[in-house]
């Protein structure tokens, strides 16, 4: 709709434009959500819990960055790839379906989260942010490239303009890899050490789990570890450019061979969810 | 019965919230419109997963056809094939460059094996103020997701580019 003025389109009544905090529309409305056959309903609602906690944990942690970014143009591209992840977290955790996008984000324990690890520590320097945005976009594209041919066709959908987005996320955090890494020696020290907190983290994304085993055997899924080669290559040809070291470090385990693909977190994650969730707990329910 | 010829031109004329100077179907936002059982169904599709502005492109859409006479509608989204910046019409273009935001040019295309990384700055933006040929990127990110910001130094105007997506 035209408007003359800018305050005639904000004063306009019968109008929920302005319905912020919960009670959002579902970004899914009128989309054929009927699940593909032979594929059970739990795994599939467990599967968009992974990729849409990816996404909406790093998010969060991303969005810690605005009003502390060291360039303004670096706050708004940050601000920018945040919400393009928040996006894709609306989608898949509506996608996931036993309960609201809302009830997944704000009244989740820590157990019940499924995002790797890597995604949830606290929000560092802007080299560990560098950092851990090229290594998470790099596997996150290798992953949605590859979920494009999924036979869930929301999952499918989600993926082909996911991997739009992406890659415009890999290119600025691999284009700041080469600037400090191949910018004066304290910008490299900087950056190397910055690859020395994330790469613990890096071996985690590639092992499967069982929910995503079972849904690479229904043609729904992607194995994480069909990920690994395309992912250590693109590494390879930054740091190159970037004339530092491939990064290498001695991953920290999980808890009995269980990480984040099964609940089972980092200390930072308990933090978080207190910060993310604070305002829907105390107000469950409100929309505003 | 509803005329889904004049229902369709009402939706056309709906334009974006943040491109005021362009329509939803000049972005190639606005899909389709038919009818389903008396009511009129629109369908859009969003620029980005995230786009903000979902939520008010569908309450405008219901305003506009609801004041043209159509209270039944509903409006849907559609996900796939995803919006591409090749869907933005020339007149589109054209309108973009008039407000001073360097159209996108032919998006990339994606190919089946691993998506190329792009470690270099283009300079092949032309400036919409004065024609330059050859403009400055001064961020990727710019007030929305779908704009980058670019400097031109031949008239030393900063000015937005929408991305190739």
Known sequence: MSFDNAYESITEDNDSR??????????????DTSHPSGVDSADLEAYCLMLGDDALVLSHRLQEWSTNAPELEDEVAIA??????????????TRAGARSEDEYAFFRAEHEFRNVRLTELPRGDFAE?????FVFTTWRLAILRRLTGSRDPVLAAIAEKGVKEVTYHRDYAARWVVRLGDGTAYSRDRMLEGFAVVW?????????????????????????????????????????EARIPVPDAAAIPGVAGRAGRHGVHTEAMGYLLAELQSVARTHPEASW | MVNVVSARAVAERVTDPELPMLTLAELGILREVFEEDGKVIVSITPTYLGCPAMDTMRDDLLHALGEAGY????????????????????RGKAKLADAGIAPPGKAPFTA???????????????????????????SRFGASACRALRRCPACGEPFEHMKEI
Do not use: M
């Not at chain 1, 920018?80 to 955790?93: M, P, T």
């Not at chain 1, 942010?129 to 945005?133: F, M």
């Not at chain 1, 899924?221 to 395309?230: I, K």
């Not at chain 2, 190329?116 to 403009?135: E, F, K, N, Y």
């Open chain 1, 18 to 31: 302005w319905a912020f905090g919960t009670g959002f529309a579902d970004p899914l409305e009128g989309v």
């Open chain 1, 80 to 93: 920018n790839i945040a919400l393009d992840l928040l996006g894709q977290a609306r989608l898949l955790l």
């Open chain 1, 129 to 133: 942010l560098t950092a851990r945005l």
């Open chain 1, 200 to 240: 613990p983290y890096v071996g985690e994304l590639f092992v499967p789990s069982d929910v995503e085993e079972r849904l690479v055997s229904a043609g729904v899924g992607v194995d994480p570890a069909s990920t690994e080669e395309e992912f250590r290559q693109v590494v390879a040809e930054v740091c190159a």
């Open chain 2, 71 to 90: 209270p039944d509608v509903e409006v849907r989204t559609v996900l796939a094939p995803a919006w591409s910046t090749d869907w933005i019409t020339e």
């Open chain 2, 112 to 138: 089946k094996g691993p998506v190329p990384l792009t470690l270099t700055v283009r300079d092949d933006v032309t400036c919409p103020r004065c024609g330059h040929a050859d403009t400055t990127e001064l």
